[in-house]
C-alpha cells in the first residue's frame, strides 16, 4: 500500500477523517487499527461513491493472520461489499471490535472495543 494510502484508525477516537474530501475514494487504502497506540490488525479498502458501498479486500490482526468480519447490511461473514452508514463487527487479538463506517463528501470511521 502507498504511503499516501495509509490511514490510522485509533479505537474511541470520534468521526477520525479517514479520506478527505478531494481524495479518491474508490481506490484502494489501508487502514491501520490500534489500540492505546499498539496496532492491533489492518484492512485493505475503498469506497464506491456511486454504489454508496464499502469495497473490502481484507482484514488481518496484528501478526498479518487473515481474520473474519461481519457486517450489519448486508449480514454474514466477510461480505466483499458492505453498503454505507455500516457497522463491521471483528475480533482482534482475543478483543472485539466494532468498525463504524460513514461516508459522503468525505469518509469518516470510528473503531470501538465491542462488549463481550
Not at 51 to 61: H, K, L, N, P, S
Request: charged fraction near 25%.
Amino acid at each position: 500500500m502507498a504511503e499516501g494510502r495509509r490511514r490510522t484508525l485509533p479505537a474511541e477516537a470520534q468521526d477520525v477523517d479517514v479520506l478527505g474530501e478531494a481524495e479518491p475514494k474508490l481506490r484502494e487504502f489501508g487502514l491501520v487499527l490500534t489500540n492505546v497506540g499498539e496496532v492491533v490488525g489492518a484492512m485493505k479498502l475503498g469506497y464506491d461513491t456511486d454504489a454508496t458501498q464499502f469495497r473490502i479486500a481484507g482484514a488481518v490482526d496484528a501478526r498479518c493472520r487473515a481474520i473474519t468480519w461481519t457486517a450489519t447490511d448486508p449480514p454474514g461473514p466477510n461480505p466483499p461489499l458492505v453498503n454505507n452508514f455500516n457497522h463491521l463487527k471483528l475480533t482482534l487479538g482475543g478483543t472485539p471490535y466494532e468498525i463504524e463506517l460513514k461516508a459522503d463528501v468525505a469518509v469518516e470511521m470510528e473503531l470501538h472495543r465491542s462488549p463481550r
